[in-house]
């Protein structure tokens, strides 16, 4: 080895051992008799000193290293007289006997240092070097540390793990595919997985009765914080279970991972049915680490002349509690923020609950103190607190008013990161009306069962029809979800039919899965996890791409690798692609 130790180490008990040491040259300082060198390799950071007493040759060597080096530095190690505690090597220093310079490097375009001075255009032009920096590094050995802890309590769970193709047919998950030309098969493509979706279940076929995966699935949709084109899942799948038992089970593998990783042990998950989380919280994924559930008014707020509310489908608010001292500018603020157009909402009604049990509201000219103190009584509210209320239809309402109890939750601090609040989201509608394309949708998947009490109202009222389908959520982030899956061929061919399909289209895309269907399909079901999130949130951070090694940017696109590119002439003919029609 060119090394004895790592650059983070050594200690007291090291003094006086002969020591050689290989990294990165952090930073250099020249103090004219003496150079100091900091070495860094992913294990930390040691001090070494060039004494021109000692040897003049080798400090003026050191005094040339420029920034980012690489060096391997001999000496002996000795105790440092003015300790650095925030350094694991900082009661130690290496009195240098040799130094080679391994490499040389330009200087980088931005510090390697945690608090960077460059950009994040430039740092993922660049991302090899911003792998370098502590933040970054420590967040890829986190996910390697998740990773391990995944595969630990799935393997202990009689988990396989069954590798499954990237080139394959679509499988629907509500996102368009990436498509791969195949040059043996002219005019021909392939699609990218969505998801390992129907591969999982012809495991189940198969007999493989606990199948996970820790998977590259790629959507082609629009970019945020939360999603990359390609990501990465923990897949799973289970034979001769109910809905209980994949809740649990992977209950176990959420509180595993924040025991192993974070030290937290999390309490039992709410369950919340789908119908609540968006009666009470707007969403279907809420965030729990505070209260403010809302209250529908209509009863008691319609037919008193205030067209806004009388018109309404829903008028619905909710009680901020402690907020009733807010001023006019945050109030003017939050109205802002509901008529944005991303929120939509056409205005802001409130009602300050004063501390002399009086009433200030933005609709005193329609409503008296009588009727605001019945609102007030409603919403469990008292002295300082502030009622916040929209009124419209029914879906754009709860959405907005969900948008403003986050907002609010924000201004009062209390969506804390160090707080975790898990719940389970469960009977989702099995079906969601495409308004563009006048049909139905399927909510999860199309191999979602419906609830068998439900199965005739697929003909009747195909909306009203709730699906063995669940989420895992924690603190308004949807790190999973999944479903017991249909295993019957007539059903699979039912749920198509909701879906659109002709039995000829539902032959020729999905035959395989009806066929083997008709061979001894066992009940199945299972969830897959958005692995990239889950790194995220016990990281303590919402954006996933600083937990990917290379990750892609807003639009999609590589910008160290600069692509998507074109390809050449040649390569398209061989494809059999023209792109001049
Ligand atoms: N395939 C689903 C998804 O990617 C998860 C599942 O139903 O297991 O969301």
């Keep these: 080895m060119l090394r004895t130790h790592t650059c983070g180490e050594l200690s007291i008990s090291d003094i006086d051992n002969e020591v050689r040491l290989c990294g990165w040259n952090q930073k250099s300082r020249d103090l004219g008799g003496m150079t100091f060198i900091d070495i860094r390799d992913r294990y930390g950071i040691t001090q070494v000193v060039f004494n021109m007493d000692v040897d003049e040759g ?31 090597t900082g009661d130690i220093e290496i009195i240098a006997k040799g130094l080679k310079i391994l490499n ?4 980088p375009p931005f510090t390697i240092e945690d608090n960077t001075d460059g950009g994040e255009d430039l740092r993922m032009q660049y991302r090899y070097l911003d792998l370098r920096r502590g933040p970054i590094k420590r967040n890829i050995e986190l996910r390697h540390q998740v990773l391990q802890e995944t595969r630990k309590y799935l393997d202990r769970e009689g988990f396989l793990d069954i590798e499954t193709p990237s080139l394959i047919k679509s499988t629907p998950e509500g996102a368009r595919d990436f498509v791969v030309p195949s040059r043996m ?3 021909e493509f392939y699609a990218l997985p969505q998801s390992p979706q129907t591969f999982k279940q012809l495991l189940m076929v198969s007999g493989f009765d606990k199948y996970f995966q820790i998977v590259k699935c790629f959507r082609d949709e629009d970019l945020r914080a939360d999603r990359q084109p390609e990501f990465t899942q923990i897949d799973c799948e289970m034979s001769f279970v109910e809905q209980a038992d994949v809740l649990q089970t992977f209950e176990g593998l959420i509180k595993h991972l924040f025991a192993a990783v974070k030290n937290i042990s999390l309490d039992e998950f709410k369950t919340i049915c789908y119908d609540e989380a968006m009666q009470y919280y707007g969403t279907d994924k809420p965030d729990l680490r505070f209260g403010m559930p809302f209250k529908e008014m209509n009863e008691l707020c319609q037919n008193n002349g205030f067209n806004v509310f009388d018109k309404a489908e829903l008028v619905v608010g909710f009680n901020a509690n402690g907020c009733g ?11 802002n923020f509901v008529i944005r157009p991303q929120i939509g909402a056409k205005g802001l ?25 019945n609102w007030a009584k409603a919403m469990n509210a008292k002295e300082g607190d502030l009622l916040l209320i929209l009124a419209g239809t029914k879906g754009q309402t709860r959405k907005a008013l969900g948008e403003l109890r986050l907002e609010i939750g924000n201004r009062e601090g209390l969506r804390d990161n160090n707080k975790f609040a898990p719940l389970w989201i469960t009977d989702f509608p099995l079906l969601d009306w495409d308004e563009e394309e006048n049909r139905w949708n399927a909510m999860h998947h199309p191999f979602t069962s419906p609830k068998e009490e439900d199965i005739p109202l697929m003909d009747t009222d195909p909306g009203k029809v709730k699906a063995n ?16 899956r249909i295993h019957k061929k007539t059903l699979q061919q039912k749920m198509f039919n909701c879906l659109g399909f002709t039995e000829e289209e539902a032959q020729s895309q999905f035959g395989f899965l009806l066929n083997a269907f008709e061979y001894g399909a066992p009940p199945h079901g299972g969830i897959a996890f958005g692995f990239d999130r889950i790194t995220a949130m016990l990281g303590g951070k919402e954006s996933i791409r600083e937990f990917i090694a290379f990750p892609k ?18 390569q398209l003919k061989e494809l059999g692609i023209n792109l001049s029609c």
């Design 58 to 88: 080798l400090c003026k060597k050191a005094r040339k290293l420029g920034r980012e080096y690489v060096i391997c530095v001999e000496g002996k190690v000795i105790e440092r007289s003015n300790k650095n505690k925030k350094l694991k």
């Design 104 to 107: 040389e490097s330009k200087t």
């Design 185 to 187: 098969n002219p005019g």
């Design 325 to 335: 001292t807010y001023s006019r500018k945050n109030l003017d603020a939050l109205t």
């Design 349 to 373: 009604v409130y009602v300050k609950c004063n501390e002399d049990g009086s009433y200030k509201s933005s609709v005193d000219k329609f409503f008296d103190q009588n009727a605001l103190a």
């Design 469 to 484: 389908a669940y989420d895992m959520v924690i603190n308004g982030v949807e790190l999973g979800g999944g479903s017991i």
């Design 553 to 570: 940017n807003n639009a999609g696109r590589d910008v160290m690798l600069n692509t998507p590119s074109a390809i050449s002439e040649r």
